[in-house]
């Protein structure tokens, strides 16, 4: 999953940059509303992680734009803003959530989590399907009740197609969930990826769709 942090403090942006990588997400971070609204503008994000005092442009006002272009991506605003009233005015402008500084990482982590599984249309915290489950929270993956290890890209190719069963994501949008701007991307990445998911958890589980793209099919 790809997520976008918009911080200004060099210091959190830095700590919560290295904990979602650390915890497998490929993570883009901006430290001003104009810099947040142009990637906002020009990427495809499962998520936005976003501070309200930022230098440029305020949050509120990114938030608010987001919005009126009717991208629906999932909006967790941190900020030192502790106000009810603060809190009130986020959340109507379009945030899905709300944590306030300085918080709890296990619980802002637990947050992110739920946010994209409720984007995904599911509300139960682990994927299973056809015997295969995934485990956001621990990062298990079992097949048949045996445990399997998948590596972080791996993961990350599987878990979008798990998460919404015969819905089909073209190459593009995989590499768009597997990779922040600091990586390389080499041509044939998902495919080497998806190869490594078939040889641990059996040929059929991604399938390919010819022309499109791959899904996990529903039956």
Do not use: C
Not at 88 to 101: E, F, M, N, P, R
């Amino acid at each position: 999953m790809r997520l976008l942090l918009v911080e200004d403090d060099a210091m959190i942006g830095e700590a919560v940059l290295h904990m979602l990588r650390a915890e497998h997400y490929a993570a883009d971070w901006v430290r001003d509303g104009t810099m947040a609204d142009e990637a906002l503008r020009t990427e495809q994000y499962d998520l936005v992680l976003l501070d309200l005092g930022l230098p440029k442009r305020d949050g509120l006002e990114v938030l608010r734009a987001l919005r009126a272009r009717r991208n629906s991506v999932p909006v967790l605003v941190a900020t030192a803003r502790d106000a009810i009233g603060d809190r009130i005015v986020g959340l109507d402008a379009g945030a899905d959530d709300y944590v306030v500084k300085p918080y709890d990482i296990d619980e802002l982590l637990a947050r992110i989590r739920a946010l994209l599984r409720r984007s995904a249309g599911r509300g139960e915290p682990v994927f299973e399907h056809k015997g295969v489950s995934l485990n956001p929270a621990t990062r298990e993956a079992t097949v048949q009740g045996t445990p399997v290890s998948l590596s972080a890209r791996e993961w990350a190719v599987l878990e979008p197609l798990l998460a919404r069963p015969g819905m089909v994501l073209s190459r593009g949008q995989l590499e768009e969930k597997l990779f922040s701007w600091k990586d390389d991307i080499s041509s044939n990445a998902v495919e080497v990826y998806i190869h490594g998911v078939r040889k641990k958890l059996g040929p059929d589980v991604i399938q390919t769709v010819r022309g499109l793209g791959y899904l996990v099919p529903k039956q």
